[in-house]
């Protein structure tokens, strides 16, 4: 059984350009996680899916942040006009379902210049 | 809101036990979480505990929980090389339906051959 997939594992992007971070869960999971680590930092909850449902985004940016979970295909995190302070670790985690643990992706490490 | 905090540095000799402790505030705290971080990867799922209880072990783990006075505590028998790494503490609770978890700063073990 494969564990939780991120690609790409790293990613450069100019300022004024979208990022898009895609996420694979295990199998049999049907519930998503993205949180954002900062440099020194512990992980900042961002957004909770299940399919085709965003359940929880209490952590999410207001603006340029958005996240979708859909029937067929990996969860995306999408980042319109990255900014400097936008370059960290995004790392998302999967659950199967009505579980609590948490198993998280190698993550994927966004670098804005 | 939610705070979790920790020791920022820990440095033990190989044989010996590390304990890595953690504070939370928030007192409806469902499940705690020890997670481990190895340099440039995704986090590693060590161990948790359910607030109910006092103490569970692992293996070479050992999680203590003061509920009284919201006490986290990982000790780590024996402590190998391969134990050096960033650990994590992490807190949680069915809120706005979501297990979001809320993170500390983390603790850099390292272990001194």
């Known amino acids: 059984n494969a564990g939780v997939m991120q690609n790409p594992r790293h990613l450069v992007r100019r300022r004024g350009q979208e990022a898009r971070l895609r996420c694979s869960p295990m199998?049999?999971?049907?519930?998503v996680y993205w949180y954002r680590q900062l440099p020194e930092e512990g992980l900042k909850f961002m957004v909770y899916?299940?399919?085709?449902?965003?359940?929880?985004e209490s952590g999410m940016p207001k603006e340029r942040f958005s996240a979708e979970f859909p029937k067929e295909g990996p969860s995306i995190l999408r980042i319109q006009q990255v900014v400097r302070g936008d370059s960290a670790a995004y790392f998302c985690?999967?659950?199967?379902?009505?579980?609590?643990?948490?198993?998280f992706g190698p993550g994927t490490r966004l670098t804005v210049t | 809101g939610e705070d979790v905090e920790q020791s920022l540095f820990l440095s033990v000799r190989e044989g010996d036990s590390s304990v890595i402790n953690c504070t939370y505030t928030?007192?409806?705290?469902?499940?705690l979480y020890w997670y481990k971080q190895e340099p440039g990867a995704g986090l590693q799922l060590l161990t948790y505990?359910?607030?109910?209880?006092d103490m569970k072990q692992d293996q070479r783990l050992t999680v203590l929980l003061n509920k009284k006075d919201k006490h986290l505590s990982l000790r780590i028998a024996d402590t190998q090389t391969g134990d050096s790494a960033i650990y994590f503490c992490?807190?949680?609770?069915?809120?706005?339906?979501?297990?979001?978890?809320?993170f500390g700063k983390g603790t850099k073990l390292s272990v001194i051959p």
């Open positions: 505990i359910f607030s109910n209880m």
């Open positions: 992490a807190e949680t609770y069915l809120g706005a339906g979501s297990y979001q978890l809320t």
């Open positions: 199998k049999g999971h049907s519930h």
């Open positions: 899916l299940q399919k085709e449902n965003i359940i929880d």
């Open positions: 928030d007192s409806s705290s469902t499940y």
């Open positions: 985690a999967s659950s199967p379902p009505g579980s609590h643990e948490q198993y």
